[in-house]
Nanobody, 126 residues
Framework: QVHLAESGGSSVQAGESLRLSCVAS????????MTWFRQKQGKGREGIAA???????SVAPSVRGRFTISKDSAKNTMYLQMNNLRLDDTAMYYC????????????????????WGQGTPVTVSS
């Protein structure tokens, strides 16, 4: 029903920026809430930003001020702009979607999201 495909991950040095993209297709009702998660090695998935169908956004406190979420509805694409990257931003980054009208703020549970992309890796080195 919903297909998500991330891109843009890369190896960068600390302090640099990256922009991740997530192209979505399929049933629009099932992807009203779109989010970015990341998973560090040996850890669970952490929700870091969400955007609702009306454009309302929320960014987790852990990355607020450095990461920005946005979308281009005409392109069915969601973005994560990551600035001033740190070593501990190294992770696999995933986009996820569900049908919720409201994503909620600051915290998102992976189990609430039935649709996931394959992930794109981000490696930050010193």
């Amino acid at each position: 029903q919903v297909h998500l495909a991330e891109s843009g991950g890369s190896s960068v040095q600390a302090g640099e920026s990256l922009r991740l993209s997530c192209v979505a297709s399929g049933d629009t009702t099932s992807r009203r809430c779109m989010t970015w998660f990341r998973q560090k090695q040996g850890k669970g998935r952490e929700g870091i930003a969400a955007i609702e169908i009306d454009g309302h956004t929320s960014v987790a406190p852990s990355v607020r001020g450095r990461f920005t979420i946005s979308k281009d509805s005409a392109k069915n694409t969601m973005y994560l702009q990551m600035n001033n990257l740190r070593l501990d931003d190294t992770a696999m980054y995933y986009c996820a979607a569900n049908s919720f009208l409201r994503c909620g703020d600051n915290f998102w549970r992976p189990t609430d999201f039935p649709y996931w992309g394959q992930g794109t890796p981000v490696t930050v080195s010193s």
